[in-house]
């Protein structure tokens, strides 16, 4: 199994207001405590921060590399120099995300 399957598998059901989530907390087989250590191995401890792969420039062309970014690093006035905007469906998007999973 690859490295990144369970995240691929936490994100499938991730939304971005982590509704998918928060409703679980009433499942008795819900585990806050995992979600938490989950949460801090993957970085930064705002799940709303996430170290992304852009894959695609402006115009939405394929970069020759994709670029590994924190959404959680400021820049020198100390605002985040970026954020996730919007999640996309790779298949909509033509993006096939197990290219990308290295």
Do not use: C
Request: aromatic letters at 6%; hydrophobic letters at 45%; glycine letters at 4%.
């Amino acid at each position: 199994m690859p490295a990144r399957a369970p995240i691929v598998a936490f994100e499938h059901r991730l939304t971005q207001d982590l509704s998918a989530i928060m409703g679980e907390q009433e499942n008795l087989a819900f585990n806050q405590a995992l979600l938490k250590r989950f949460v801090n191995l993957m970085g930064p401890t705002d799940p709303f921060r996430p170290q992304v792969k852009i894959i695609l420039d402006s115009t939405g062309a394929p970069l020759e590399e994709a670029l590994l970014v924190n959404t959680w690093d400021r820049d020198a006035r100390g605002d985040h120099a970026r954020a996730v905007v919007e999640a996309l469906d790779p298949e909509t998007a033509g993006v096939d995300p197990l290219k990308y999973l290295q």
